[in-house]
Nanobody, 115 residues
Framework: QEQLQESGGGLVRAGGSLRLSCTAR?????????MAWYRQAPEKQRELVAL?????STNYAESVKGRFTISRDGKKWSLQMNNLKPEDTAVYYC??????????WGQGTQVTVTS
């Protein structure tokens, strides 16, 4: 079993920055497949924001390319969010896929961007 620990989030004005972090405490490094961030806005489906593989390859939603950066340091991964827009407002969830097949989610953290 795994419990992902999220931190970060909050309230910021448009154009501002926030940083989210997530830590996997019980997963061994060799079993880490992908680490990702998803978000879910009110009345919308959860969507992938950014993903990083164990090998360091990254993938971003078109809407955040050039503004968000996902990074990894061991069993911790972060999402640096710059030039935030009101449409980035959502609950952000970290996600971990183990190579052994299990998937885990963080508890979610609110990001609110005001215009």
């Amino acid at each position: 079993q795994e419990q992902l620990q999220e931190s970060g989030g909050g309230l910021v004005r448009a154009g501002g920055s926030l940083r989210l972090s997530c830590t996997a405490r019980r997963t061994i490094t060799s079993d880490i497949g992908t680490m990702a961030w998803y978000r879910q806005a009110p009345e919308k489906q959860r969507e992938l924001v950014a993903l990083i593989t164990g090998g360091g390859s990254t993938n971003y939603a078109e809407s955040v390319k050039g503004r968000f950066t996902i990074s990894r340091d061991g069993k911790k991964w972060s999402l640096q969010m710059n030039n935030l827009k009101p449409e980035d407002t959502a609950v952000y969830y970290c996600n971990l896929h183990r190579n052994s097949g299990s998937e885990y989610w963080g508890q979610g953290t609110q990001v609110t961007v005001t215009s």
